[in-house]
């Protein structure tokens, strides 16, 4: 049996506007990659942590606290080693802990000859997920595993839908280099919300559905709103508005913030619209003294997956 894997883990966009805490998507050309590898000594221990300053302790970081979670279930006899080789900034907002949290229990799970199913691998991802976020959701973890649109329609217990993707369909991403804590950013979240507001965003989440189901870009445009937590949350990120209206004036079908944030994402048909989408928000941002990156993705419709064994 294999010894070891080396894995690329993706970054991921959760909310996808009106999907607050259940939609996703996966990005292809940002992830973390990791190796896991199968040792006689017991116990999981993170060995090599590369790119960004993460703790070493498995019950500090969320690769260790999902490993150790399905350790626990499966109570092998074995241990394991995990290296973790960071690209996706933590607290970016594109899912830079679910990234860790995912390829801990993906690549274990390999090692041990895959006794666990990906709703299963989603679970113990969870429990990672819920060290930085202090909340258990999947709307990050559910697309790294499955890949391309994912909806998570209930948590307890878990249940994850696919949700088919466009062909021309396009990410375009910028990060302002400012950090946003996602439990800082959920709470900044009102209690309650009213009926009117809650009426108008589950119709854009079930035309979104729609809209992806059958490919209807213009449907898409008008479905990516969100009035319950954008704005909110938008007053977290400088010149959102802005970088909004720019990329909409560029062609963007719809413009949202990634996740909790500071990450904005829009999303185009075609990937010479995304591009000019990527321009139109670089022009914001450098007339700013933040620094800012961007990148245009392709969505992911594989997800996390096997670089070495
Ligand atoms: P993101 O949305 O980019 O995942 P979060 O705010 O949810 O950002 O998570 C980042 C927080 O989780 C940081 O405080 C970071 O120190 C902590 N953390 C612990 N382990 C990891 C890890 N392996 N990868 C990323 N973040 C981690």
Redesign the pocket.
């Known amino acids: 049996m294999k010894k070891e894997i080396k894995i690329f883990s993706p970054a991921t966009v959760a909310n996808v506007a009106c999907g607050f805490d259940v939609l996703g998507f996966c990005l292809d050309n940002k992830g973390d990659e990791m190796v896991i590898r199968k040792v006689s000594e017991k116990g999981i221990r993170i060995t090599h942590i590369e790119g960004y300053d993460?703790?070493y302790e498995a019950n500090?970081?969320?690769?260790g606290v999902s490993a150790l979670s399905m350790y626990e279930n499966i109570n092998p006899d074995c241990g394991f080693e995990i290296e973790?080789y960071?690209n996706?900034k933590?607290?970016?907002?594109?899912?830079?802990?679910?990234a860790?949290a995912v390829g801990s229990v993906f690549g274990m799970n390999e090692l041990l000859g895959k006794p666990y199913n990906k709703t299963q691998l989603t679970y113990f991802a969870m429990k990672g997920e819920a060290?930085?976020?202090k909340s258990e959701h999947a709307d990050?973890l559910a697309p790294a595993i499955f890949g391309g649109f994912t909806l998570v329609k209930s948590t307890l217990p878990l249940d994850i839908l696919q949700i088919p993707k466009p062909s021309e369909l396009y990410a375009t991403l910028i990060h302002p280099q400012i950090e946003i804590?996602?439990s800082d950013a959920r709470e900044i979240l009102p209690k309650q919300v009213s009926l009117k507001d809650a009426t108008a965003q589950w119709a854009n989440v079930g035309s979104l559905i729609h809209a992806l189901h059958t490919s209807d870009y213009k449907l898409i445009h008008r479905s990516l709103q969100d009035i319950i937590v954008e704005p909110f949350r938008k007053q977290l990120i400088p010149h959102f508005d802005d970088v909004k209206f720019a990329a909409l004036e560029a062609g963007a079908l719809g413009c949202a913030i990634s996740?909790?944030g500071p990450s904005i994402f829009a999303l185009s048909q075609g990937k010479e619209t995304a591009l000019k989408v990527e321009n139109a928000m670089q022009m914001v941002y450098s007339k700013t003294n933040i620094e800012f990156n961007t990148f245009v993705s392709d969505i992911n419709i594989k997800g996390i997956k096997i670089l070495k064994s």
């Open positions: 993460l703790p500090k970081n969320v690769a973790i960071k996706i933590p607290g970016s907002g594109i899912g830079s802990s679910a860790s060290l930085s976020s990050n804590k996602t996740g909790s």
